[in-house]
């Protein structure tokens, strides 16, 4: 079974650019979680979904953040514009339901440089 | 507020040697605990919870944990730790409610010695 993918691994892109994060999920993972883990710090979460819906987006920044979840399966996560702040690694996670104890499968990250 | 602190920052052991990585948490009801590695390039791997019953846990790679509510602590533990262990290991608790909403420690790195 394929684990979660995440393309690019890695982007390079000066301040005020926009840039996009690509995720797909594991087959049938209905909940889908990007997260932003800073240098040196754990994952903190910007949005969950369920299936389509945005249930959880309280700590994305919404003026330069935005993400969408078309037909429940693939994510993007777009930033528009960077800023130099914004240079972290960008993780997606996917899981079968919210369940609290459910186990959530990561993916590589990608890692966001701003210049 | 939930949270969740580790106060090693950095760790290095001797390869054969045991391994204790410390995690505190705070919440205010029964806590839902993990422990995630995550190896350089990959993503975080989920090595044990603990969400009731037993408070030594076993997990994947030889790794076992330990609850104890007194000290609200949920330590890591490995009886003989091998160079391959050498990655950052994040200890979580799993946010109220039923969002899977995972709140992270900021990891403590681990080196192994030859």
């Known amino acids: 079974e394929a684990g979660v993918v995440q393309s690019p691994r890695y982007k390079i892109i000066e301040k005020k650019q926009p840039v996009a994060f690509w995720c797909n999920p594991i087959?049938?993972?209905?909940?889908l979680y990007w997260y932003r883990q800073n240098l040196g710090q754990g994952p903190e979460l910007l949005i969950r979904?369920?299936?389509?819906?945005?249930?959880?987006d309280s700590q994305l920044p919404k003026d330069r953040f935005s993400a969408e979840r078309l037909k429940g399966v693939d994510s993007t996560l777009k930033i528009q514009p960077a800023e130099l702040g914004d240079s972290a690694v960008y993780l997606c996670?996917?899981?079968?339901?919210?369940?609290?104890?459910?186990?959530?499968?990561f993916g590589p990250g990608t890692r966001l440089t701003v210049t | 507020a939930q949270s969740v602190t580790q106060p090693d920052i950095h760790i290095t052991v001797s390869e054969g040697a045991s391994l204790e990585l410390r995690c505190n948490y705070s919440?205010?009801?029964?806590?839902?605990l993990f422990w995630y590695v995550q190896s350089p390039g990959q993503g975080l791997q989920l090595l044990l919870k603990?969400?009731?019953?037993?408070?030594l846990v076993q997990g994947i790679k030889g790794f076992e944990a330990e609850f104890k509510r007194s000290q609200s602590s949920f330590n890591l533990r490995k009886p003989s730790v091998h160079w391959s262990d050498a990655a950052e290991y994040f200890c979580?608790?799993?946010?109220?409610?039923?969002?899977?909403?995972?709140?992270f420690g900021q990891g403590t790195t681990l080196q192994v010695k030859p």
């Open positions: 996670a996917s899981s079968l339901g919210p369940s609290r104890g459910g186990q959530q499968y």
């Open positions: 087959s049938g993972h209905n909940t």
């Open positions: 979904y369920e299936n389509e819906e945005a249930v959880d």
């Open positions: 919440y205010g009801a029964t806590p839902y």
């Open positions: 603990y969400f009731s019953g037993d408070t």
């Open positions: 979580a608790v799993a946010g109220s409610g039923n969002t899977g909403k995972l709140i």
